[in-house]
């Protein structure tokens, strides 16, 4: 969980003149528990993240940031109830085809 959290603040603080480093996450593997429990800066850095994934996957291309925060407490809402989830597992339920 710190690599997690460290590494999220390590992405959200480069810049355009930061070393040629990279750091990768995979996304799909961020489960609720650590979702709910990273700092509010973490956890906006990330819903911004899913949120355009999301976003691309259902072919919006608008940004409206009342809906964004209404789905981010709504993520958040569902990572109470559970914990062991993915977080993307969550959003990809949110979409399947019904």
Same mark, same amino acid.
């Given at each position: 969980m710190k690599k997690l959290v460290t590494a999220l603040a390590l992405v959200g603080s480069l810049g355009a003149g930061a070393a040629q480093a990279? *750091?990768?996450i995979?996304?799909?593997m961020i489960t609720c528990a650590e979702f709910t429990a990273m700092p509010p800066a973490d956890a906006a850095l990330t819903s911004a993240w899913l949120s355009g994934?999301?976003?691309q996957k259902i072919g919006s291309t608008? *940004?409206?940031l009342e809906g964004f925060?209404?789905?981010v407490e709504s993520v958040t809402k569902w990572?109470?109830?559970y914990p062991k989830e993915t977080v993307m597992?969550?959003?990809q339920r949110a979409i399947a085809p019904k």
């Open positions: 990279q *750091v990768m995979d996304m799909r994934w999301f976003n608008t *940004v409206n925060a209404k789905n990572c109470g109830s597992s969550g959003l």
